[in-house]
């Protein structure tokens, strides 16, 4: 990946060193929004200084498996591999070492990278399953499930989050298996026929169902949202409402502000789907985008603006609609997140006239260079080549494919040329 975009200042508050558990953990807990998930990364990285300081590797592994999920969370992909990676050093081929491998693998899947997550995945499997541990086994082979997901090879991710489900059910891990059948879940939505999303509705439920036992409020606000999703595929809309406003309403019973912010964000999904007053969705975003931006969740203030910009052009206002995107585009660029850059780019691109996506384009072209990202630059290019052949302009449309050609050729990365 590029570097991304946060100034000097706010790289070294999100990784600096800690030295002294006990100054650290006593800082201020102002909200800041300055970087991604500040306080929760601030809270972990107190954790692993005094596992440090006391020379527990296991705690010190843990807490380093805690920062990888926040640097995940935030789009901080190539920082959270690289703590997954330390903590599979800490941790080795042992059963505690599952959790790191499965992050791992989920590191090289939101950089893009399946087919190297699905190698990854594949050849630590090759030693876990001949393990013993039923419980070290179902964790990887989710690992294994979610990547063959990513590759398209739906079937075989279900017969490997099914095979993972029963070896966590041998050791009673009700956790364990909640999260099979939530990748289970995630399948049947991803095939979206309706025997598939029939099925990935009752996973869900039965996940839900092992949450509740285990009383994860925050799990089973997630799974709430879970199974929203599969009612809203259904199209039956006040059942979709009804899960959402439950995952909403239970995650403010436990003060869990990102929670309740997802499912305030679902909840204007759904009115959107049913064509409601685009005047309530904005409303119900703009309250989800607060409560993203109090807690810092970078990730949630981008999709919370793409949902009030779907809502603006539901209602026929394209300015403020691109002012929407161009909002979700700028909190990508800063985190150097490819996928929702080409997101907010495809939305602009399907939205909004020739002339304001060639300019939009052009600035992708600038932002990507100064990031030194070639295949953003190049996505760029290859668009603005498109654009002024369709607005009759061949000259301005070969001095953009010649740039392109030129910058190629330059980076020496065959794939892009």
């Known amino acids: 990946l590029p570097p991304n975009n946060l100034t000097e200042a706010e790289e070294e508050d999100d990784d600096e060193a800690v030295e002294d558990p006990e100054e650290y953990s006593h800082r201020s807990t102002a909200s800041t929004t300055k970087v991604p998930l500040l306080l929760e990364l601030r809270a972990a990285k107190a954790k692993l200084a005094r596992a440090r300081h006391l020379g527990h590797d296991m705690e010190e592994a843990a807490a380093m498996l805690e920062i990888c999920e ?23 081929n042992q059963a505690r070492g599952a959790a790191a491998i499965r992050l791992i693998v989920r590191a090289h899947r939101e950089q893009g990278n399946f087919r190297e997550a699905l190698e990854v995945a594949e050849k630590h499997w090759a030693h876990f399953k001949s393990s013993s541990d039923p419980r070290s086994k179902g964790v990887v082979m989710l690992a294994v499930a979610e990547a063959n997901l990513d590759m398209g090879r739906c079937q075989e991710a279900l017969r490997l989050s ?8 041998k050791v009673r891990d009700k956790g364990g298996q909640a999260s099979a059948l939530t990748v289970a879940a995630s399948v049947g939505l991803h095939i979206g026929t309706a025997s598939s999303t029939k099925k990935a509705l009752a996973a869900a439920e039965e996940a839900l169902a092992l949450q509740r ?27 979709a409402y009804a899960f959402a406003k439950g995952s909403f309403e239970l995650s403010q019973s436990v003060g869990h502000t990102k929670g309740s912010a997802a499912a305030l964000l679902q909840m204007a999904g759904i009115l959107l789907a049913i064509n409601d007053e685009p005047d309530a969705v904005v409303q119900v975003a703009q309250e989800a985008l607060g409560m993203f931006q109090r807690v810092g969740d970078w990730l949630g203030e981008a999709n919370a603006q793409m949902t009030i910009a779907k809502a603006h052009l539901a209602d026929g206002l394209a300015n403020f609609a691109l002012e929407a995107l161009q909002s979700a585009l700028d909190i990508a660029r800063r985190l150097g997140d490819r996928r929702r850059i080409r997101e907010a780019l495809s939305a602009i691109v399907e939205a909004m006239p020739a002339d304001v996506v060639l300019q939009v384009m052009h600035e992708e072209a600038t932002s990507a260079l100064a990031a030194g990202d070639l295949r953003r630059e190049a996505f760029a290019l290859q668009s603005t080549v498109g654009l002024h052949l369709a607005m009759q302009k061949p000259e301005v449309a070969l001095r953009d494919a010649e740039r392109y050609v030129c910058r190629m050729r330059s980076s020496g990365d065959a794939a892009l040329e």
């Open 162 to 169: 099914a095979s993972a489900a029963e070896n966590l059910r």
């Open 70 to 92: 926040i640097k995940l969370a935030s789009a901080r992909y190539g920082c959270a591999l690289a703590f997954a990676q330390e903590a599979w050093g800490l941790l080795g």
């Open 213 to 239: 036992a285990l009383s994860d409020s925050r799990e089973e606000a997630a799974l709430l949202l879970v199974i929203a999703q599969a009612h809203l595929k259904r199209t039956e809309y006040d059942d």
